[in-house]
């Protein structure tokens, strides 16, 4: 290898190391503000320039939502809220986890206003999977359905869905079990759902508060 080959290679791992370095550096910055609940400093931080062209505008916008949220600050994360809702520029699976993550959050609270504004983006996504699970799921957690049952057994059985999705599925025929007193299939479903999520999933918590009243 040349001199010139050399001293190229050598400046541009220089210059990826001092990209990943401020990068790590900002991201810790926002993880610390939210940690203390420092909405202004995660708000500033996240409308930096730099942040932008670094972590990208789906990164920063989510840290300002997440920000919102925990120090219910309800204005300004319902206007947060409708920018992402409404923006373009979020690569689709992005776009496709925010709203998977904060449509089901929204379920889980019972919270129909915001869970409604998701719906209405979901359906706009073109995606008929992900549409149809998350209607679905609307209808069991807020309207206290029962009778999809057999629907999404079939769903499941003609394996339609996986990971995070078909672990949902099979929450909602839990809950749907549960509603009408068959708490044998209820538990049953509810262990198949858990092993669906990962640990950190939304629904978690929810499943392990269930499974642990159910078997005490």
């Known amino acids: 290898m040349n001199p010139i080959t ?10 990826y190391l001092i990209f990943q370095g401020i990068k790590n550096f900002q991201l810790h910055n926002l993880n610390m503000s939210l940690r203390k609940r420092d909405s202004e400093m995660t708000e500033k931080i996240a409308d930096m ?3 932008r062209r670094l972590l990208g505008e789906y990164v920063c916008d989510l840290y300002k939502l997440r920000a919102y949220y925990l120090t219910k600050e309800a204005d300004k994360f319902e206007k947060v809220l409708r920018h992402m809702l409404k923006a373009e ?4 699976d ?3 986890s925010f709203l998977e993550t904060y449509f089901h959050t929204f379920l889980i609270k019972g919270n129909r206003k915001y869970a409604d504004w998701i719906l209405e983006a979901i359906r706009k ?43 949902v599925v099979l929450f909602m025929v839990a809950k749907q079990y549960s509603y009408l007193g068959d708490d044998r299939n209820a538990l049953e479903y509810m262990r198949s759902a858990k092993a669906c999520f990962h640990p950190k999933a939304v629904y978690m918590p929810v499943v392990d508060r269930y499974l642990e009243e159910a078997e005490a």
Request: hydrophobic fraction near 40%.
């Open 6 to 15: 050399i001293f190229i290679v050598i400046v541009a791992l220089v210059g």
């Open 49 to 51: 320039g730099m942040s």
């Open 89 to 92: 520029k979020y690569c689709p």
């Open 94 to 96: 992005d776009r496709e």
């Open 125 to 167: 996504t073109g995606n008929q999977k992900f549409i149809r699970y998350s209607e679905e799921s609307y209808a069991v957690m807020l309207d206290k359905r029962s009778d999809l049952i057999d629907k999404m057994e079939e769903d499941i059985n003609s394996k339609l869905y996986y990971g995070f999705a078909l672990g």
